[in-house]
């Protein structure tokens, strides 16, 4: 056996360029580095602590759930994982539910689900989904290929066939939407990755209607916009339409990794024992983290509170896109919110965090994005208002 020698600096891939900073502990809104340093953190984790770090209630059911049983196979019921899918199914148009481990799990089961209710319910030839261009769908073979960047894609081909990109946005488009292999079309509400473009209410109810008078499935990619990030439990129940399957992940497990398709039972039967699976897929410690994620989301008040602080930050917001000229457009949704800005973003994301102790994420290259916890205090967001308004004053002068 051969002794290496060689010390890296890091054995981890490079998928990620790596902020100079190691996070060692977070709590509320806040996260600490190695050296004891906080910092507020608006990026949740990109999405994925709504509920801020280490939430108690959350805590509180994984310890007891840490001492009981940690895994168990999908061969058995699992109590927390039907206690989770029926909190799913209570709070949305659904009636059935298929756990996974991410994002990217879960639009590869709701691309399987489509194609599977095409040939084997519908008895058709169909399978070619549309998606749309800016989209991000995630990193496994399909969902990169369903994933209309260029830069997701280089180096991977040959793409998995059967799916084809439109212009987002574009009614003019929609005349080539469907097309006779058409089982699908899946969309994001508001493109998060993509540079946060929020989806035109008309083109949706366009794009939907054709759907449903061509019997094709529309999909919609929750991952990001899911677990009340936007307003709503889910992003489509502010645009006034039922979707046939929805993807979701990030926010579910309030850090915890799962992901999980709810769909309505028509197109749910498609799958039966054995056509689809996963084996940590809704395990006891992650539906335990969903469940206590929901029930503290969909308690009595908690969505209309951060609604209010939603409208706060961005009422503050709107105000330095008046002061700056730096600041060419604030948009989003909720707290799904892009900066679109001259400059690089990556650079006002450095100096936030350098200069503000601000964490901040980019979302393209002149799109800064911010995600607070949905838990975030009004105290908090004036602070980060503060912070964003010197910070724009420095980059401005
Ligand atoms: C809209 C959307 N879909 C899918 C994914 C992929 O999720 P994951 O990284 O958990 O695979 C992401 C991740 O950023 C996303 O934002």
Known sequence: MSIKLKQQASNVMATYNRFPITLTKGKGSYVWDEVDQSYLDYTSGIATCNLGHVPNMVKKAMQQQLDRLWHCSNL???PSQEALANELVQHTVFDQVFFCNSGAEANEAAIKLARRYAQTVKQSNQYEIVTFKQSFHGRTLATLAATAQEKIQTGFNPLMPGFRYLPYND????TDLIRPETCAVMLELVQGEGGVISADPSWVQQLVQQCKENEVLVLIDEIQTGIGRTGPLFAYQDYGFEPDVVSVAKGL??????????????????????????TFGGNPLATTAGLATLQMITDSNFLQASTEKMSYFWSGLK???????????????GFLIGIEVEEKAIDYVTKAREDYHLLLLVAGPHVLRILP????????????????????LSQSS
């Open 319 to 333: 105000q330095l896109e008046d002061k700056y000229r730096s600041i060419k457009l604030v948009k989003g949704k």
């Open 171 to 174: 009614k003019d488009a929609l």
């Open 373 to 392: 916890p949905l838990t975030t205090t009004q105290a908090e967001i004036d602070t980060a208002l503060t912070k964003l308004d010197s910070l724009f």
């Open 76 to 78: 058995y019921t699992i």
């Open 253 to 278: 497990g309030s850090g915890f990794p799962i992901g999980a398709i709810l769909a309505k039972d028509d197109v749910a039967q498609a799958f039966q024992a054995g056509s689809h699976g996963s």
